[in-house]
T-cell receptor, first 113, second 110 residues
Framework: NAGVTQTPKFRVLKTGQSMTLLCAQDMNHEYMYWYRQDPGMGLRLIHYSVGEGTTAKGEVPDGYNVSRLKKQNFLLGLESAAPSQTSVYFC????????????FGQGTRLTVV | GQQLNQSPQSMFIQEGEDVSMNCTSSSIFNTWLWYKQDPGEGPVLLIALYKAGELTSNGRLTAQFGITRKDSFLNISASIPSDVGIYFCAGLLTGNQFYFGTGTSLTVIP
């Protein structure tokens, strides 16, 4: 059982380039989340989704877009990368059943130069 | 966004000592969670709390959901070197959004 898988694990972008981060979960979870982690700031919610075809903004959505075309996948896009988007990005998923705790991927380290 | 204030920011302790950290918020949460993050990894759930006043243990870890629903604390007893990492509190509001604290970095000195 793979859980939550993020692709890629590392990436270096030039300012202005675009890219998409992929998150895949095999737990049939309804909710999926994208966070960014910066030193001293914990995890900040970028966007989230409560189900296939739905997305919503979190705390820091500017400069990012997301899509949830399939229940198991949640994509995070950067249309025009900026150095301020250098960060570690984490995806998480959560079930609506039971305890509802979130499970995290291993992260994507993105550097924008 | 929601503000979760976690303290202390960092701790350096001797192996065998007990550890206490806490998390406070200006908002009322329905669920409190404590996660641990090892270097290069994603956070992993340690303990989940669902009711005000709830006290829950997981091995050497004990966590409590504050009566006011605006705070939570985590204790680690008899620390060992593998306890090293960053500990995050997280709160869940009604609905779907988790908010995380800024983390407590724990260093255990053998």
């Amino acid at each position: 059982n793979a859980g939550v898988t993020q692709t890629p694990k590392f990436r270096v972008l030039k300012t202005g380039q675009s890219m998409t981060l992929l998150c895949a979960q095999d737990m049939n979870h309804e909710y999926m989340y994208w966070y960014r982690q910066d030193p001293g700031m914990g995890l900040r919610l970028i966007h989230y989704s409560v189900g296939e075809g739905t997305t919503a903004k979190g705390e820091v959505p500017d400069g990012y877009n997301v899509s949830r075309l399939k229940k198991q996948n949640f994509l995070l896009g950067l249309e025009s990368a900026a150095p301020s988007q250098t960060s570690v990005y984490f995806c998480a998923s959560r079930s609506t059943q039971g305890a509802g705790e979130a499970f995290f991927g291993q992260g994507t380290r993105l550097t924008v130069v | 966004g929601q503000q979760l204030n976690q303290s202390p920011q960092s701790m350096f302790i001797q192996e065998g000592e007990d550890v206490s950290m806490n998390c406070t918020s200006s908002s009322i949460f329905n669920t409190w969670l404590w996660y641990k993050q090892d270097p290069g990894e994603g956070p992993v759930l340690l303990i989940a709390l669902y009711k005000a006043g709830e006290l829950t243990s997981n091995g050497r870890l004990t966590a409590q959901f504050g009566i006011t629903r605006k705070d939570s604390f985590l204790n680690i007893s008899a620390s060992i070197p593998s306890d090293v990492g960053i500990y995050f509190c997280a709160g869940l509001l009604t609905g779907n959004q988790f908010y995380f604290g800024t983390g407590t970095s724990l260093t255990v000195i053998p």
